[in-house]
């Protein structure tokens, strides 16, 4: 079972939350042998993953009883290569994802692994530099082209999720054949809108989904 999701997007408490409703096991860790994407050139400047799919392991994580979240990207071999096989793509502005890029930086719980962003204070600061490194290009191109995909998906919007979890779980239940649970409240996972108190809620929360995950990550 795989959910795509852009990042920063509320996909972990997404993935959690479905696990524990369905007994599933879930990975966000999954990695595979393949080449950066040229496509997304910039992608890596916040990210990992944005790697190419080979058809083995596009295969095996829509086929797998495991439920993999991933950042997978919709470069042209990603999108041929998971055209036929079912998926639910999770997306958000990618504006709002660079706000949510300098909330987890102040807060400490997403801390900047480089320093791109460096003498960045506001909003419009970060989604500035974001557009120069060409990161935010990325992100749009990661949201318009997955949006554009003829193939089987159920795409659901970030927003939609936030604001009526009920019916996007709903509605991803039905598209993957999984009881109706009337689950209505989504986990809060890597949250940063506690303010001070995101970092302490971030720590006391990051462990709880390796209690159904993978062994080792």
């Excluded at 369905?22 to 997304?40: A, V």
């Excluded at 890596?44 to 994580?61: F, K």
């Excluded at 439920?67 to 290569?81: D, E, I, M, R």
């Excluded at 719980?109 to 935010?136: E, M, P, T």
């Amino acid at each position: 079972m795989l959910l795509i999701a852009i990042p920063k997007s509320a996909s972990t408490a997404l993935m959690e939350t479905l696990a524990r409703t369905h007994g599933l096991r879930c990975d966000m860790w999954r990695k595979w042998p393949g080449e950066r994407s040229r496509e997304f050139p910039n992608f890596h400047i916040q990210h990992n993953y944005g790697w190419e799919l080979d058809p083995d392991t596009a295969a095996d994580l829509t086929a797998s009883q495991t439920l993999y979240k991933l950042h997978v990207v919709p470069s042209t071999n990603n999108q041929a290569l998971l055209h036929g096989q079912p998926k639910v793509i999770l997306l958000r502005h990618p504006d709002d994802i660079v706000r949510a890029y300098r909330r987890g930086q102040e807060t400490g719980v997403y801390r900047q692994k480089n320093d791109a962003f460096d003498g960045c204070v506001s909003d419009d600061d970060w989604i500035a530099r974001a557009k120069q490194l060409g990161l935010h290009r990325d992100l749009a191109a990661f949201r318009e082209r997955w949006m554009a995909h003829a193939g089987d998906r159920h795409i659901i919007d970030y927003d939609d999720l936030v604001r009526d979890p009920a019916a996007v779980i709903a509605g991803i239940e039905r598209y993957w054949s999984l009881p109706a649970s009337g689950v209505n409240v989504l986990l809060k996972r890597k949250y940063t809108r506690l303010g001070g108190q995101s970092l302490a809620f971030h720590k006391s929360t990051k462990a709880l989904w390796r209690e159904i995950g993978p062994d080792t990550p």
